[in-house]
């Protein structure tokens, strides 16, 4: 959930509250805040399928970042009490954003060609510490509210047109990466990750997030096409939640690669 103006909206892909709509706000002076979902809230969900004689797969947001993934746990073991044959598999993604989004898009690619569940679970378990995070925020401030850096850092650096970048590490937290100085240089940047760190990119789907910022979005999409072989790239927008931290202007490349 997103507090923004007094306001409790859910994070739910832009339904509730379009993103645009939601960057707007925050241009305008907003100053939006976050709350992870509760037990309470994946009791009902989780129920809700079980009584369906449905398997569950939950995908959480990195449980370094969030509380939502020890939430979706102990719902698991509240139903398991109450539906002792419940099939509920929950995975602490070690990511955010469109990084979670890649795991559970090869989830539900895997599940498509009838692969067995237990299979996709181990598969996306061996495979996201390899999920890399390359981002680029353009306003410094929003970083500093939410504490990731001191207010001395975000006045020089902005003052200096820096660009930080973030990554996210093996235990899911996201790490301040290169200062960049210049907008340009910081896009360009995101699109060398992706050369120097991608795994087969030719047999990959590369996802290209961004905040309220699509038209350089396409622009780094162009770029990758010049220099890189890849099997497709997907341009999606930053949710309410992760917008709130990063702010209008964050863009990210998300791919399969060698290490974080």
Known sequence: MVNINGKFIPDDLGQSLKHE???KMIKEGAMPSTTQVNVGTFLEIFKKYVKQGETILY???SSALSGTYNSSNTAR????EEYPDAKIYIIDSLSASVGEGLLVYKANEMLNNNIDIDEVVKFIENTKRHVIHAITVDDLNHLKRGGRISGAVATVGSLLGIKPTLKIDDEGKAIPGDKIKGRKKALK???KQLKDKAIKPEEQVIFICNADCKDEAEDIKKMILEEV???D????SIGSVIGTHGGPGTL???FIGTER
């Open 21 to 23: 709509d939601f960057y």
């Open 59 to 61: 995908i959480g947001l």
């Open 77 to 80: 073991e509240m139903i398991l």
């Open 189 to 191: 940047y995101l699109v």
């Open 229 to 231: 072989k890849v099997k």
């Open 233 to 236: 790239i997907i341009i999606t």
């Open 252 to 254: 990210g490349v998300v």
